[in-house]
């Protein structure tokens, strides 16, 4: 039997400009999981998929359509067993389950993705590096969002604050100190591919203001670069606010967002703003260790169904 996990993750800057080729960054948030555990099956019984928390039960192979939960699962065995270069379907048994919220910001898709990449391959004895991971994560990704920009599957894979730009190498981010976000749910589910169309939409009516619009974005995730390797979190507060500005210039906010932003602001957040597509999901917000509580108590007297009191920590060596 082989267990692996994989945590959620939120975007600190730059969603929706990343996908136009801007830089982004992104953290791991580990007080959330996902789980895949691979054992061996009867000879003959083939490969089999339980989602514990989607009661969801497939055997590979069955037909699906595009629109079924099994179909990114029986996508990432699949592209997995094809990097490991074998063409049979193994007789196994998959079991997956998640305390990363559906559809609302945390990386969940890419979280399940990864926590099955990981054991399968280890299970049929290999052990992929980080960066073979996210590139087989990917392919599910482009499943669950049509055109991801890939930061989820890497800042998940990598487990390491992330600098992230489209197409190139990925920066691991140095941190001289560790940091506290609040991290609160709205309890609106929001698919990441609706809210990615309708900014492509707008984008395409009015391309100078999106483009403009992106061009600050990618101005605030270079200072606010700086601002976290240097443990500068007032900067990082103020950038965090005016990229929410930015967010909902760009029409992807809604007022159960600006909502829980305004309250973590006025219990004491340094900054805040929603991560990941928007319009419902999660916000996030910058907080001391010592203000933290207070400003989650705010969130949940806002309306927020959850809160996730997280330590950013500086990287580890890959
Ligand atoms: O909703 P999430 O956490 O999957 O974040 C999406 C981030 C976007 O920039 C909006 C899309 C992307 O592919 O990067």
């Not at 692996?4 to 982004?24: D, M, N, Q, S, T």
């Not at 609040?182 to 809210?195: E, N, R, Y």
């Not at 419902?280 to 010592?290: D, E, R, S």
């Not at 007297?301 to 920590?313: L, R």
Request: net charge negative.
């Amino acid at each position: 039997m082989t267990t692996a996990y994989a945590p959620g993750k939120v975007i600190l800057f730059g969603e929706h400009a990343v996908v136009y080729g801007r830089p982004a960054i992104a953290v791991p948030v580990t007080q959330v999981r996902a789980c895949a555990v691979v054992e061996d099956a009867p000879s003959g019984q083939g490969s089999v998929i339980h989602a514990t928390d989607l009661n969801l039960h497939h055997h590979v192979g069955t037909p699906l359509t595009a629109d079924d939960p099994a179909y990114p699962l029986e996508a990432t065995v699949r592209h997995t067993l094809e990097w490991l270069g074998i063409e049979n379907m193994p007789d196994l048994t998959l079991t997956v389950s998640s305390t990363v919220p559906i559809a609302r910001g945390l990386g969940s898709g890419a979280a399940i993705a990864t926590a099955i990449v990981r054991a399968l391959a280890q299970h049929l004895g290999r052990s992929p590096t980080s960066r073979e991971v996210s590139n087989l994560v990917y392919q599910t990704e482009v499943i669950h969002h049509g055109t991801p920009s890939g930061i989820d599957n890497t800042v998940v894979a990598l487990e390491q604050p992330v600098y992230f730009v489209k197409g190139e190498p990925v920066q691991i981010l140095r941190l001289e100190q560790p940091f506290w976000v609040v991290v609160g749910d709205t309890g609106i589910a929001s698919p990441t591919k609706i809210v990615v169309g309708d900014v492509r939409r707008g984008w395409q009516k009015d391309r100078d203001r999106y483009e403009a619009l992106f061009d600050h974005i990618a101005a605030i995730v270079l200072r606010a670069r700086e601002a976290m390797v240097a443990g500068d979190t007032t900067r990082l507060g103020s950038l965090m606010d005016e990229n929410q500005g930015l967010l909902d210039a760009l029409a992807v906010s809604s007022p159960e967002l600006e909502r829980l932003i305004s309250a973590a602001r006025e219990a004491g957040a340094m900054g805040a703003k929603l991560c990941g597509a928007g319009r419902g999901g999660n916000m996030i917000a910058l907080a001391t260790p010592q203000k933290a509580q207070d400003i989650a108590a705010s969130l949940r007297e806002a309306g927020a169904v959850n809160v996730i009191i997280s330590e950013v920590k500086p990287s580890q060596p890959v």
